[in-house]
């Protein structure tokens, strides 16, 4: 999946941190909501669990069901998902941030 594109999806010109999708099932519309919003809360919040918190909401507004969101430098983890609804990419932040995405329920 190439990098997200360096306008923001209503057309305005803020710059996106380059990323890199490590796996993703998601649709294009969705990996690149994803990409937008982590990109606009690391400028909003200090933490990352606000980032994740922020990114959770969007996705269960947006496409319902019970999204979740692990956002961080380092994180391990064991999950189930629902098939064609999982996101991890990496993102240019001081440090390289990572961002695990899936939806475990409708």
Sequence with gaps: MPDASDAAADGSEESLRTNKVIYSDLNTEQNTLAVSCVNTQLD?????????????????????????????????????????????????????MYVLLFQSDE
């Design 44 to 96: 909003s919040y200090t933490t990352d669990k606000d980032v994740a918190t922020a990114l959770k909401k969007e996705f269960d507004a947006k496409y319902g069901g019970t999204w979740q969101a692990i956002v961080g430098s380092c994180f391990g983890c064991s999950l189930t998902h629902k098939t064609k609804a999982v996101l991890h990419f990496q993102i240019d932040f001081n440090p390289l």
